[in-house]
Nanobody
């Protein structure tokens, strides 16, 4: 059974950094990708970044490009989201999710295209 478990959230000051981890297990498809999403109170879930199964291709939302970096450690079956220059508007619950099948090749950032979700981890940026 496919499982995703996030970790690494917390409280950080503006301008600081955090690295989120998503431990992945149970994949059986040849095509899949992992995405990071976030949801702030009262707002819709927003796609942040996505990486393909090889870790060689990635996609980013405009709001985080040049600040966030997604990567994958194949040996550890873990996807990371390195977040730098964090700002209060980055405060949200962050989720990792998996998309299965050929649609994964598009590296989507739309939550409705994803098939499996982790439980989420809180990131709070505040002084």
């Amino acid at each position: 059974q496919l499982q995703l478990v996030e970790s690494g959230g917390g409280l950080v000051q503006p301008g600081g950094s955090l690295r989120l981890s998503c431990a992945v297990s149970g994949f059986t498809s040849d095509y899949w990708a992992i995405g990071w999403f976030r949801q702030a109170p009262g707002k819709e879930r927003e796609g942040v970044s996505c990486v393909d199964s090889s870790g060689g291709s990635a996609n980013y939302a405009t709001s985080v490009k040049d600040r966030f970096t997604i990567s994958r450690d194949i040996a550890k079956n873990t996807v990371y989201l390195q977040m730098n220059s964090l700002q209060p508007e980055d405060t949200a619950v962050y989720y990792c999710a998996a998309v299965i099948g050929t649609k994964a090749l598009l590296l989507p950032l739309l939550s409705r295209q994803y098939d499996y979700w982790g439980q989420g981890t809180q990131v709070t940026v505040s002084s």
